[in-house]
């Protein structure tokens, strides 16, 4: 039997017999087709149940990199209790109470100093050799949440069961404060593996010839509080990412992800037009030059700076070109995002063209006269209606009165009406 055919049988009630291997088996939510595909030491999921009780797992070490972070480290540490064995600093020469904090709230962390040199990656990779069993990297300003402790240990622990002899990564989950949900975070892998990772920064973990290693994804999250502005601000990591994007374009200015990286991390809301322009001309150019059958390290940003294309394009308006890279994504297989850009552009262009029947409305006023006031009435209903529609609200109420002064608009308060009911229900469930 194949992994993916145990994991399909969870959905069969009663296939599966309650136990620690199905309740660990819940907490896969996908893998690399050809991890997927690896034979089972049995075909009856009962016997492999009953190994499974016996199996002894690998320790975790949990592996944070730390500087200056005496006020998040306690935190972090706290909340992988019952998930790691062993916790391993790698310290890049904290000048505060670090180290101090993150023994008092785990004793018997193991700290190890690691200059810093412009390099995470020479950071995280300081592990290997110095951790066991399973490595855990863990950001000192994230935290797992309590609902799913005890959830790590146990997927790493079903892994090692099931793929004892295979080499992958494992992501857990990283949600941002207030932002985006991260899946593909490739932050676990095993002391002894092949991987190491690479990328001064946005660094991941990648096979001695630059290729992506097989991946699990599992129903375990982590918080993550670095994003927040104020901390981004107070820390200077905008800079400190543009500053190392550069420099890891320098030395490979044939590697298109590090243009899509100094792009996306360098541009600002308020960037003006030209610099949009120039940004946009830059990551066209390196997505658009690819070489055939890259690896993984190469290649991994393209359809990303395909959806950065399509911001770009947006905010220059340029539609020809969004028309290219939302297509682009839909072949890609990322149909929302294309979906959104092409949405974008329509709703713009349809917007546009709602206020231009608005204001040829209001041109037309001149031209009453009493054989057609009756058809003025309408017409100012219709503009009432139209401007509400398409966001030019401080024309709504005018045309509404004009309306009204003419015997028509009497359909429009029941708009108003149920718009107020929409708003107020809005806010209820917003307070709520």
């Not at 129903?219 to 601000?233: A, C, N």
């Not at 030395?251 to 003006?272: H, I, Q, S």
Request: charged content about 25%.
């Amino acid at each position: 039997m194949k992994l993916s055919e145990l994991l399909d049988l969870l959905h069969v009630p009663g296939a599966v017999p309650a136990s620690a291997l199905a309740s660990d088996l819940a907490l896969i939510t996908s893998m690399s087709p050809d991890l997927a595909n690896t034979r089972l030491a049995s075909s009856d999921p009962a016997d492999l149940a009953a190994g499974y009780t016996a199996h002894r797992p690998r320790p975790v070490t949990a592996v944070v990199l730390t500087a200056d972070e005496e006020e998040r480290i306690a935190a972090c540490l706290t909340a992988l209790t019952d998930d790691v064995d062993h916790c391993l600093l790698i310290d890049s020469g904290s000048s505060d109470g670090t180290v101090e904090e993150a023994l008092r709230a785990r004793p018997g962390t193991r700290i190890v100093s690691a200059p810093w040199a412009d390099d995470f990656s020479r950071q995280r990779n300081t592990a290997f050799g110095a951790g066991e069993g399973w490595l855990c990297h863990v950001d000192a300003d994230e935290v797992l949440v309590p609902t799913h402790a005890r959830r790590l240990r146990r997927a790493l622990s079903l892994l090692d069961y099931l793929l004892a002899e295979r080499d992958f990564v494992v992501s857990p989950v990283i949600a941002d404060a207030g932002g985006p949900v991260y899946t593909n975070t490739q932050r676990i892998l095993r002391a002894d593996s092949p991987f190491r990772f690479r990328g001064r920064v946005h660094e991941h973990p990648y096979a001695p010839d630059g290729l992506a290693p097989p991946r699990v994804q599992v129903d375990v999250r982590f918080d993550h509080f670095g994003y927040l502005p104020e901390t981004i601000e107070k820390r200077g990591k905008r800079e400190l990412y543009v500053r190392l994007d550069r420099l890891s374009r320098a030395e490979e200015p044939d590697n298109p992800k590090w243009v899509y990286y100094e792009v996306r991390d360098g541009l600002t809301p308020a960037a003006p037009e030209e610099e949009l322009q120039s940004a946009f001309t830059l990551l066209s150019a390196a997505a658009d030059h690819v070489v055939p059958d890259a690896p993984g390290y190469r290649t991994e940003r393209i359809v990303d700076s395909w959806s950065l294309l399509c911001e770009l394009a947006v905010r220059l308006g340029e539609a020809d070109t969004l028309r290219t890279y939302t297509g682009l994504l839909a072949q890609a297989g990322r149909t929302v995002e294309a979906t959104y850009y092409r949405t974008l552009v329509e709703s713009s262009r349809l917007l546009g063209r709602l206020s231009v029947l608005v204001d040829g409305i209001t041109s037309v006023e001149p031209a009453e006269q009493p054989s057609n006031r009756h058809l003025m009435a309408r017409l100012f209903e219709l503009q009432s209606t139209l401007a509400l529609a398409g966001g030019r609200y401080e024309t709504v109420l005018p045309a509404y009165r004009k309306a009204v002064a003419r015997g028509a608009g009497r359909s429009i308060p029941a708009d108003f009406e149920a718009l107020a009911r929409l708003l107020a229900e809005a806010r209820d469930e917003n307070i709520a």
